[in-house]
Structures are given as structure tokens and as C-alpha cells.
């Protein structure tokens, strides 16, 4: 067995730290920085629900411009109670998939570039009847290269007797950086895209 003195064990450890951080970067570079928003979470809600089968799906979003945060819950299937699906790539969604149709995210990323670019990211998942809660905290600082100042903390399991669900609520940083979203980004976007247009196509203008 290779025994590795201690000094090249950091020294491998930290490169492999950068890489994943700049795969990391170079994922979330490719994401439009005001779908991260809230797309991402709501897609994951979505296939919550489709495969928790449920009769009645529910899903409930608060968009919080002032604070930056949002939050969002689904009655579906739960979030898996593991900490290691919230690494890039990192997916149990595969061992759901049926004939029916595919889940819309099974490729573990989507979700993570939301904790990536948050200041605090929380989750609490009801399944199989036990309750489960962690927190990331400075989750962004990972991009800018300082994984030493994200914090995760993991409550236990507890048994509950409960239906199913998952609550994930983020905080963005607050601070001028394009590389990191705002809620208020998402809220411009519809204007532009959705709302903006409509109403100049139903304006009428006043006839002499």
C-alpha cells in the first residue's frame, strides 16, 4: 500500500478542490443566472410529485424580492434523506424511471447549481416516515475558492408519521457579483419576456 507523506496529500487534495470547483463554475455558467432562481427547485418539485404518484400534487413557491430568499414546497415523493445528493451528479432519481415518462432532471446537477450560488441553503424532507433537515451555509464561497468557509449542518433523522414532502428554501448573497442571481432578476425577466410584450399587444391607442 503507497502511504502519502502529508504535505502531498493536501497538496492532491487541493487540486482536486480547484478542479471540482472550476467544473463547478463552468456548469453554472451555463445557466441563465434568473432561471436558477426558481426553475431548477421547481423542476425537482415536479418530479417529486410525478414520482410519488400522488392523486393531488401541491406546490407552493414565495418569492421574497427584499430579502433575496425563496421557498419552495411539494407534497411529493421527498428528498432523498442522504447528504451526498447534494454533490454535482448525484441523482436517485434513475431507479424511479418508468415507460410512462422520464423524471425532467435526472442528471444530479440542476439543484446544485442553486446551492452553489447561495449564501444559506436549507432543506427539510419528510419520507418514508422519518423527518430530515441539513443546511449549507456560504455554499457560493465555494466558487470563489474558499471551501473552508462553507459550513453544513445535519440534523438526524427523526421517525414522523407524516405524508411526504420537501421544503427547500434558499438565500442568494447579497452582494453585486454577476456571477451569483437575485430574485428581483427572475421578476425582470418575466416583465420582459411575458408581461412586457402582452401589454403592448393589447394597447389601444386613443383615436381623434
Not at 410525478?50 to 411539494?74: H, M, R
Not at 425532467?104 to 442553486?114: A, D, Q
Amino acid at each position: 500500500m503507497l502511504a502519502l507523506s502529508e504535505e502531498l496529500y493536501k497538496s492532491l487534495l487541493a487540486r482536486y478542490i480547484d478542479q471540482i470547483a472550476k467544473l463547478a463554475k463552468k456548469t453554472i455558467d451555463t445557466y441563465q443566472k434568473e432561471w436558477v432562481v426558481v426553475h431548477e427547485a421547481l423542476q425537482n418539485a415536479l418530479d417529486a410529485i410525478y414520482l410519488s404518484q400522488k392523486p393531488t400534487g401541491i406546490i407552493e413557491i414565495i418569492l421574497d424580492v427584499a430579502g433575496n430568499n425563496v421557498q419552495v414546497f411539494d407534497n411529493g415523493v421527498g428528498f432523498p434523506q442522504d447528504r451526498k445528493y447534494l454533490v454535482l451528479g448525484a441523482t436517485d432519481k434513475d431507479r424511479y424511471l418508468t415507460t410512462r415518462r422520464e423524471v425532467l432532471g435526472n442528471i444530479g446537477v440542476g439543484l446544485k447549481t442553486v446551492l452553489l450560488s447561495s449564501k444559506e441553503f436549507h432543506i427539510e424532507s419528510v419520507r418514508d416516515g422519518f423527518k430530515w433537515q441539513i443546511t449549507v451555509k456560504d455554499g457560493y464561497k465555494f466558487l470563489l475558492g474558499e471551501l473552508d468557509k462553507t459550513i453544513i449542518i445535519e440534523g438526524p433523522k427523526t421517525p414522523l408519521e407524516k405524508e411526504s414532502y420537501t421544503i427547500i428554501r434558499y438565500i442568494f448573497p447579497d452582494i453585486k457579483d454577476p456571477r451569483f442571481p437575485r430574485v428581483v432578476d427572475l421578476l425582470n425577466h418575466i416583465y420582459e419576456v411575458v408581461w412586457k410584450p402582452v401589454s403592448y399587444t393589447h394597447l389601444t391607442l386613443p383615436t381623434n
